[in-house]
């Protein structure tokens, strides 16, 4: 009869070991990219913090194992929850209180954002800090001079000294999930994501909306993926040197 050790020995492909310990490796590795991106995004306004669906190590070993090496990656996921508003004083700073997003048109494309900072061009266009013209709910917004007084209301309305100049386009998304990323803090959509209006919302001057990543946690989670990290390069040095020894052993 079969100690249970021996079962145990003999059930374990010696060859699935080293190819599950990169998988894990290729896994913490971009575990580490993530947690990165979200510690240099911090202070960014509007940033929404990207999470890995695997947390544990153990996790990543185990669907490394079970894995098809031509297998997608494991998903990254972002987390659309609000951050915390900021109160500026500046009227050009504009928030988003609720779900959705600000609509810009930059070089050509539709982009959208969660935070604005405005400025009148010369011909009375506001535009973001990238230079992207806003967009209103009938095209791009426009005072009636660069040096307009504009006034931005919680339902989106835009005022130039006064006088209605139009209403911020708000845009949610049913699958915010599939928009893609894009510089300047912008998101892109294609044509196959569902676009709904951002109910709930409103529009807050004078705010900006803080990351929603969390440094400190972030930390934290820096620290424990190089932890794990270093104890799948201990695992795959003691199993490099075992089957030194068992070809050794052979000979």
């Known amino acids: 009869?079969?100690?249970?050790?021996?079962?145990?020995?003999?059930?374990?492909d010696p060859r699935s070991a080293p190819r599950a310990m990169a998988f894990a490796m290729h896994g913490l590795e971009k575990r580490f990219e993530i947690v990165a991106s979200n510690l240099a995004n911090a202070e960014t306004a509007g940033h929404k913090r990207l999470i890995a669906r695997s947390e544990l190590?153990?996790?990543?070993?185990?669907?490394?194992?079970?894995?098809?090496?031509?297998?997608?990656?494991?998903?990254?996921?972002?987390?659309f929850t609000q951050g915390d508003l900021l109160d500026t004083g500046d009227p050009m700073d504009v928030a988003i209180d609720g779900?959705?997003?600000?609509?810009?048109?930059?070089?050509?494309?539709?982009?959208?954002?969660?935070?604005?900072?405005?400025?009148?061009?010369?011909?009375?266009?506001?535009?973001?800090?990238?230079?992207?013209?806003?967009?209103?709910?009938?095209?791009?917004?426009?005072?009636?001079?660069?040096?307009?007084?504009?006034?931005?209301?919680?339902?989106?309305?835009?005022?130039?000294?006064?006088?209605?100049?139009g209403r911020l386009r708000l845009v949610n998304f049913v699958e915010p999930q599939r928009l893609d990323d894009a510089t300047g803090g912008y998101w892109r959509a294609d044509d196959r994501l569902e676009?709904?209006?951002?109910?709930?919302?409103?529009?807050?001057q004078r705010q900006r909306e803080r990351s929603n990543v969390n440094a400190l946690d972030e930390l934290v989670n820096l620290i424990a993926v190089q932890r794990q990290y270093e104890a799948a390069q201990r695992a795959i040095s003691v199993e490099s040197e075992l089957r030194r020894r068992l070809n050794d052993g052979l000979r």
């Open 1 to 12: 009869m079969s100690t249970p050790a021996t079962a145990s020995v003999r059930s374990i």
């Open 195 to 204: 676009v709904t209006g951002a109910q709930g919302a409103q529009v807050r």
């Open 99 to 165: 779900p959705g997003f600000f609509a810009v048109e930059l070089n050509g494309r539709t982009q959208f954002t969660r935070a604005l900072h405005l400025h009148a061009e010369p011909d009375g266009t506001l535009v973001d800090e990238h230079g992207g013209r806003v967009l209103g709910e009938g095209g791009p917004l426009r005072l009636g001079s660069p040096t307009s007084k504009f006034e931005v209301q919680n339902d989106g309305t835009v005022k130039g000294d006064g006088a209605d100049v």
């Open 57 to 79: 190590f153990s996790q990543e070993l185990a669907s490394a194992k079970a894995s098809d090496p031509a297998a997608p990656d494991r998903s990254v996921v972002r987390d």
